[in-house]
């Protein structure tokens, strides 16, 4: 899977030091009177020698601040949730912005001492990460970027609640204006893009071409059609305590209302939950109205909205 | 050295806040014509008297340059001072102080100083349209190739203003320690304030400390209602010579003192992000004006988070460093407190109109002091302070106005 998140491009300036990370080293300028700088620059903030030289550091330091981030600052982002957006303090006196890995967000602490992770899941260039010092975690991230499996929600414990079609004030009392939880998170690739793309014949560029995407959509990266993330829903199981029994067939009428407010971009992470809004008796049988909600992970605001619905026979 | 209190806001108008789904687009020339006009009218002015014009720069929807040029054309006026500025929410600050030193220094008489913040109409094929949608996608961090922040935060997920102002609070409480309920009363107090101004985007919506603490976690620690909501609006403001004040429409209100203080882009690469250029700024406004923090009758802080009141409270000397937290257990900050601050709402609860956002503030300044404040007036009202912030507290501005 290609790399989803924005990547840095090196100028003439800044190439030895992502050439550095590249080797699995950090490398600093120093000035001729020894001041230590970062980011890359052509002379020394502190005073203005344009005499540098590219030095090989430890790395090590300590965490100056972080923080939580508990809403994605872009979707692109969504499998680090919550983000660890961290400054570390290199012992040179350095500032550096970064993510902390392996460490629970309880654990971390300003002051910490934290070594450097390299990150080569980029593939082009190699990102340089933090870990507490006396975290096991490897000094390297190598590979590929993991595809996330769909992680199942804890089901309910308790069993289903059977509920008869036929039993019109058992039905009604399934509307809610609440939503359910959500779902399992399934991860909508480029190349589930890129399959939606051959099978309905939309090859749109916004979709398919992320190099173009990137030069000259306006959301900087390529995006998954609508109607795809809409019948993801399908992939989504939502979280039911009820099960309605008692029919012969179940007939998909379509949907009232269809929407898509927000984009997913590729590579994101889409969840989704459920409300009933509606139970009719109708000649042929019992119509139940269900909202489905399709989010990117952690975004306030729907990618879809869906009011489905069934007739129960 | 320095301003010498003879030049003075005079007038101003400003849009009422709105959310941007719903508020009118206009064309930013359109905007600039009507808020000057209004803001001259405001003053007993008329165009005929403006020879001095400042707007903002990087988010004007005609034209990236030559853009005062433009809309000075567009206003019918012609000037012996034209200036765009790009201080972001430390605009509005920065342009008064510029205003009133051109006037001081001869250069012109009248300057409107405006920024329209509502959305322009557009079109498709509409190259601005397409470079705000992906400036707004990565929080107004340049994406141009060699830009530091492109290269060395975007990669990371470092953008955008939330997640900056969350990394100085956990600083801040890491080295002083934190108290939520004790930041959560500036939103309290604000939309008391709030309440009582129609214009506000929260007028009639009373909240508790108990609702800013049950809002969502957004960047740890800073919840949903310590963070500003951006909405359509825009401002102008009028500044004269002093002499001149003296025959328009309201009490001339005089810009006696002035700072500005840019220490870095981004907090991460200053010396010491708890250490915020309002203190510099602030120091350099009140030696100018001959006046101390305790001498204020209100303060307008920029709020676009609680952490940023907290740091201009203690940075701008109204309390010690690392006291911040007990200044605000022990004060009222209502306009009927015993230290009023933000008496318009805040933006928090104003609305952030954009880069006009800290306009809001300096208006109210001026209008508390010239007795037009309405059920919100304060009691004492001759002497106010009035901070901007732009970025993430990486460069800010301060004012001190005096009532004639």
Known sequence: MAWNKPLPRPTSISAPYWDGLKAHEVRLQQCEQGHWLFFPRTHCPVCGSRSLAWRQVSGEGKLYTFTVARVPTLPEFTDEMPQLLAVVELDEGAHINTTMVGVEPAALKIGQRVR???DERPGSLTLLRYTPADSGHPGVISGEPAVTEAVAVAAPQAPKRKISCKDLAAMRSLISEAFSGWSNQVEVSQQMIDQFAALSGDDYWIHTDPEKARRESPFGTTIAHGALVQVLASRLKMPMDFEIVDFVNIVNYGSDRLRFPSIVPAGCKIHGRYRIKAVEQLKSGVQVTMEIDIHVVGQDRPSVINDLVMLYM | MGLQGQAALVGAAQYKPEKYTSAPRMFHLEQVADLATQAL???????????????SGPQFHEAGMFVPAMAGEYLG?????AEVIDLGG?????MVWRAAAAIELGMCDTVVCVIPSRMAPTTPDDDHMLEVMRASRFGGHSTRFGAPEAEMDLPYGHMAQN?????IAQRYAATYGWDAAALARICVDQRFNACH????????????????????????????????MPVAGGGAMVVTRADKAKSCRHRAVRVMGAGEHVHSKSPTYAADMLSTPIGPASRKAFAMAGLKPSDMHMAQIYDCYTITVLLTLEDAGFCAKGEGLKFLREHDFTFKGDFPMNTHGGQLSFGQTGSAGGMTQVIEAMQQIQGRAGERQLARHDLAYVSGTGGVMSEQGALILQGA
């Open chain 2, 90 to 94: 430390a605009s509005s600050v920065g």
């Open chain 1, 116 to 118: 450097p992770v390299f």
């Open chain 2, 77 to 81: 006026v012609r000037l012996n001072f």
């Open chain 2, 41 to 55: 009218a405001d003053a007993g002015l008329s165009l005929a008297d403006v020879d001095g014009l400042i707007t």
């Open chain 2, 163 to 167: 997640t900056g102002y969350a990394m």
């Open chain 2, 197 to 228: 101004n129609p214009d506000a985007m929260f007028y009639g919506q009373p909240i508790t400390v108990d609702d800013v603490l049950a809002s969502r976690m957004v960047a740890e620690p800073l919840r949903m209602l310590e963070i500003v």
